[in-house]
């Protein structure tokens, strides 16, 4: 099958047709693939979608969380709640359930510990496998999720979780034993107080920065970061976020979208876009941002129309037009 792809359809492929729909290849028979958020209830998103749950979606059970079926040790009952589960998203058509999710908590502090079953690797692993045999065993995949690391949820499409081998091996089992590097110490603690600027950027792989850098932002930083932007633009905008932020927060209605947009990197932007920014225009955007208003918005400007036109030749394409 791959053979007979071309290169455009085999891309297409790793990208989406919709924030939950993969491209179909008709031409080959090829179908589109449904996926859902489903760690402890389906969420097929209906009409306007977002990766957020903000809209709407289909009606469907609301199951106790991971951290609530790790109490019960009961690899049994994990397995029937993963049962009724696939179940579900069968009968949505759901084809692949984004879950369940089995990273390792680390902190209280972490958003979504919540979704995960324990700190405890063997517990988490066999509730882990137990969910994914229930979900499977109804003809839908499951999709295990935040495999090691994910520890925190402020600024998350740009933090750098920092861990040393030995805690991955020990505690996440993600690799596989491997000869101890003579230059780094042992770590017999996760306490950060005792860890050496050396030892943190040897671990880290680049020098560590310092906390009072304030260079030009990058399309890496988040979009919160436009508060000390050198254009007065960027720093407008980042106010009106924060006021609508500010003010949604008094009326006890966080506006959930307002917050991860001040948490979302600029070349995030494109994504959330559904491919009408494109790298290109994500780059002008950074550099009006930085107080190169002219050059960024000449990128901006011829930008936009040559993403359009490769994006409707690429649909094209791929709908087998030419």
Avoid at 131 to 144: D, E, H, K, M
Avoid at 290 to 313: D, K, L, M, Q, S
Wanted: aromatic residues 6%; charged residues 25%; positive net charge.
């Amino acid at each position: 099958m791959i053979d007979k792809l071309t290169l455009l359809e085999r891309a297409a492929l790793l990208t989406g047709k919709s924030v939950w729909e993969t491209h179909d290849v008709p031409r080959l028979g090829l179908r589109s693939v449904w996926l859902a958020d489903g760690p402890h209830g389906v969420r097929k998103q209906v009409g306007s979608a977002d990766h957020l749950g903000l809209h709407g979606s289909e009606p469907a059970t609301c199951f106790p969380t991971a951290a609530t079926i790790a109490n019960s040790w009961d690899p049994v009952l994990a397995e029937e709640v993963g049962q009724a589960l696939g179940a579900e998203a069968a009968w949505q058509g759901v084809d692949v359930l984004l879950g369940p999710g089995l990273n390792i908590k680390r902190s209280p502090l972490g958003g979504r510990s919540f979704e995960y079953f324990s700190e405890d690797p063997l517990l988490a692993g066999k509730l882990a496998a137990a969910y994914v045999r229930g979900i499977q065993s109804q003809g839908v995949a499951a999709c295990p999720k935040h495999y090691a690391a994910n520890s925190q949820e402020l600024r998350r499409m740009v933090s750098d979780s920092v861990v040393d081998e030995r805690t991955l091996r020990e505690i996440t089992g993600t690799m596989p034993p491997a000869p101890r590097d003579p230059a780094l110490p042992s770590h017999h603690t996760g306490d950060i107080r005792r860890v050496s600027d050396a030892e943190f950027a040897a671990l880290l792989g680049r020098p560590v920065p310092a906390s009072t850098w304030s260079g030009p932002l990058g399309a890496n930083d988040a979009l919160g970061r436009m508060a000390t932007a050198r254009s007065p633009l960027a720093r407008l905008a980042y106010r009106v976020l924060a006021w609508r932020k500010d003010r949604s927060d008094a009326k006890g209605t966080p506006d959930l979208s307002i917050l991860f947009l001040l948490n979302m990197p600029f070349r995030a932007i494109g994504k959330m876009t559904n491919g009408m920014v494109s790298a290109e225009m994500v780059d002008g955007i950074v550099r009006i941002v930085n107080g190169r208003h002219f050059p960024g918005a000449r990128i901006v400007g011829g930008g936009f129309p040559r993403n359009r036109r490769a994006n409707r030749r690429s649909a094209r394409e791929l709908s087998g037009r030419r």
